[in-house]
């Protein structure tokens, strides 16, 4: 298989940077250049000396793209995953960077950003935004610029702001599994100081999954999801913007069901193949409802010389409940139910600006959050249920500071600091409502354990050097860190009060970016080497309650390639690729004072990611146009836990059996589109996803022993398929 991906990224980069990262030009002049924020100002993409993609406009209108739930591989090095049975909680990795697992109280290593605001935390994130002017994604540590969590790397979602002129958009979807979907927006025509827009859609789809015998449900794996969002803009000067937006987003479905592959004892008879199964069989309800909202303030002011002053003040809340059969199948093995609420508080101030040779981005930034689970579980037909809460805050201040100085016309030297200090608390209550031993096992109300601290100063170093307009090559030099805290669902009171470290990552890259054959190919090249101290790595820990603590296990590196490249050979075709690959391996794994880094698999990390797509305007006429578009992406195997390669003891689970398999996904859209109706344009979309119908799984969880060698897994959609009309006026 590494032979035949090998052979066909090779290929199709000598045939075709990424267009999903450009936009083509108007006047069919090769590839149109692309403006964006990776750095908090405005800067053409092929001039950023850091290795970043952007979705364009055109590439997420054609395509429907409304989250990040469908970004996995549209990126070299970026995997984006469903965890378990949460359809709306990503798993995010980039350049092997990731956290396995996404409970409300770890932090991220991906920072998500949604037009400079920070969403916190992965649990219930993927929600839909119906009106997405790009998407950015920025590969590697971003510390200085974007602060803790975003060690790997960050994505930044940026909307369509409101025009003050008349108009809109509204579309239409149907397709197989009874999928509807209708989305709109609305620009209002500006009146006064004051432009007006509304967007948003409502989606809903039959379950992928017939259930059997469940009086709580008869399907699974559906879609329910309302999304909305207000944008005022008012400009009352020429010089200060105010851009207002309320944002709300509901999803309330049938959760992605578990399927059993390998078990003993109680579940054995229910071990299916480690194919996705049409019908199922599980007893407990399994629905899962996620509620976001926010409100967000954006002022600019352009203070002329000093440069643009900026204030992002944000409120974000979450309602989470979600009760999932975790064994998936008729027995009562595993039972669990979740009812969160999280808050979250933010304000940033910066100040862009240019004094001669000089490039200044300088800030502060203020953080804070407070959230609380109940989380009940049962397990063994009841005969061990628990009482579980806990709770949890954060509050961090940061200070950052980043200059690009042109030590020549050609020669650029860039640096930056960023100081973070971040206080943490917490609170946790488990007892015993059945079973023998002790009622209560932990009891550490607010304010019973000293608060963790922490502080980090975050720097980064580029240099780079513009051989001609149309090729220049940095090389960089970043730190990023993800942040410590308590394991809050630990099922012991030292466990919950012992603090794992932040983790840390050292970045080296170097890379060039180029547009050739007069703007008709454009190839960019990354190559990186991550070294990680205090590497945090999710550990399943059976006990009074099934829960994962976080570990510093020791330090890994991680190495790496990116290719990303265009061709544009006629103004009427558009071939893309791009293609990463990697290398992680442990340098020190401690596991119970033992070193065991060579047996012990990077997690989350596929040796190869390409994706490669082609865009031909087959028709084009007085009267419309006519698109084929296709995508292939494919994902290499990877390992879901930091498992044994080879196990030693009987209570061990070998890696190989959570290792998800090679992931091929093929999507097709045929796009007719600018037909002139009266004073408006209409498009009429065909389309398919996964029609090679991938059945392997996507993600595995695996409960050891204690459960009778309890795995299940989890799949990616199968092929669907529809019709999406729409309306531009």
């Given at each position: ?9 090779l ?8 267009l ?13 250049e ?30 429907e ?5 469908n ?10 995953d ?29 920072g ?11 649990q ?44 809109g958009?509204?579309e ?10 209708v ?29 059997l ?5 008869d ?5 329910d ?71 967000a ?8 010389d ?17 009760t ?26 910066q ?33 061990s ?6 709770g ?7 200070a ?11 020669l ?59 090729f220049?090559?940095?090389a ?28 840390v990552?050292?970045?080296?890259e ?14 960019n090249?990354?190559a ?14 059976p ?18 390639v990116?290719?990303?490249a ?8 558009t ?50 146009k ?34 998800t398999?090679?992931?091929t ?17 209409a ?35 199968p ?11």
């Amino acid at each position: 298989m590494t032979k035949t991906i090998t052979l066909a990224a090779l290929v199709t980069t000598a045939l075709s940077t990424p267009l999903y990262a450009q936009t083509v030009s108007e006047n069919g002049g090769g590839i149109e250049e692309i403006i964006v924020t990776a750095q908090k100002r405005e800067q053409n993409l092929q001039d950023v000396p850091i290795a970043i993609s952007a979705l364009s406009p055109a590439y997420l209108e054609k395509r429907e793209i409304t989250s990040i739930a469908n970004l996995s591989g549209l990126a070299p090095n970026l995997k984006v995953d469903t965890a378990g049975g949460n359809r709306t909680t990503p798993i995010i990795s980039i350049r092997g960077g990731v956290q396995g697992n996404p409970q409300i109280y770890f932090e991220p290593s991906v920072g998500v950003y949604i037009d400079g605001v920070y969403i916190a935390k992965a649990q219930g994130s993927l929600f839909d935004v119906a009106d997405i002017e790009r998407i950015e994604v920025l590969r590697g540590p971003q510390g200085t610029l974007y602060g803790r969590n975003a060690v790997a790397g960050a994505l930044n979602i940026i909307t369509k702001k409101p025009s003050g002129e008349l108009g809109g958009k509204i579309e239409a979807s149907y397709g197989n599994y009874d999928y509807r979907r209708v989305r709109g927006t609305l620009d209002l025509p500006r009146f006064g100081i004051f432009s007006v827009k509304l967007s948003g859609q409502i989606a809903k789809r039959d379950g992928f999954y017939k259930v059997l015998g469940n009086p709580n449900t008869d399907n699974a794996g559906s879609l329910d999801s309302k999304s909305g969002m207000i944008q005022v803009r008012a400009e009352p000067s020429d010089a200060l913007t105010l851009d207002y937006v309320f944002d709300i987003s509901v999803n309330d479905q049938q959760a992605n069901p578990a399927q059993t592959v390998l078990g003993t004892g109680s579940i054995a008879p229910y071990v299916t193949s480690r194919k996705r199964q049409k019908s199922i069989s599980f007893n407990s309800p399994n629905f899962e409802y996620a509620k976001n909202w926010g409100h967000a303030l954006t002022a600019s002011l352009d203070l002329g010389d000093v440069g643009m002053l900026k204030s992002i003040t944000a409120l974000r809340k979450q309602k989470y409940r979600d009760t999932l059969d975790l064994d998936g199948t008729p027995t009562s093995l595993g039972f669990s139910s979740r009812d969160s609420r999280y808050k979250q508080f933010s304000q940033e101030l910066q100040l862009t600006g240019v004094a001669g040779r000089l490039n200044y981005v300088v800030g502060g930034y203020y953080f804070e959050d407070d959230g609380f689970v109940f989380n009940p579980q049962s397990f063994f037909s009841g005969a061990s249920n628990t009482d579980s809460r806990f709770g949890f805050t954060t509050k961090a201040y940061a200070a950052y500071a980043q200059f690009d100085y042109k030590l020549t016309d050609a020669l650029t030297l860039t640096g930056g600091l960023r100081y973070t200090h971040e206080k943490k608390t917490v609170e946790r209550y488990l007892a015993r409502l059945t079973g023998a031993g002790p009622l209560v096992v932990v009891d550490l109300p607010e304010g019973a354990t000293p608060a963790a601290k922490f502080k980090k100063v975050s720097p980064t170093l580029s240099l780079a050097y513009e051989f001609s307009p149309n090729f220049n090559a940095y090389a960089r030099y970043t730190q990023g860190y993800r942040s410590g805290g308590f394991n809050a669902v630990a099922s012991t009171t030292a466990d919950v009060q012992r603090i794992f470290r932040p983790q840390v990552q050292n970045t080296y890259e170097i890379g060039f970016k180029s547009r050739l054959l007069n703007n008709r190919l454009q190839l960019n090249v990354a190559a990186f080497q991550n070294d990680v101290d205090d590497l945090q790595l999710s550990v399943f820990v059976p006990g009074l309650s099934a829960a994962s603590i976080l570990v510093n296990a020791g330090k890994a590196r991680i190495r790496g390639v990116e290719v990303e490249a265009t061709l544009r050979p006629t103004d009427r075709l558009t071939l893309q690729t791009g293609v990463g690959y990697l290398h992680g391996k442990y340098l020190r794994y401690i596991d119970n004072g033992v070193d065991v880094a060579d047996n012990r698999a990077f997690t989350h990390s596929p040796k190869w990611t390409w994706s490669s797509s082609v865009d031909w305007t087959a028709l084009e006429a007085d009267w419309g146009k006519l698109n084929l578009i296709a995508d292939l992406n494919l994902v290499s195997k990877s390992y879901v836990s930091a498992s044994p390669l080879v196990t030693t003891a009987p209570t061990q689970t070998a890696a190989a059996l959570t290792r998800t398999p090679t992931r091929t996904l093929l999507d097709a859209r045929l796009v007719l589109s600018e037909l002139s109706l009266g004073g408006a344009t209409a498009s009429v979309s065909l389309w398919g996803k996964n029609l090679l119908n991938e059945k392997d799984p996507n993600f595995f969880i695996s409960y050891g022993a204690n459960f009778q060698n309890l795995i299940t897994a989890y799949f990616p959609d199968p092929r669907t398929y529809g019709v999406t009309l729409g309306l531009r006026f």
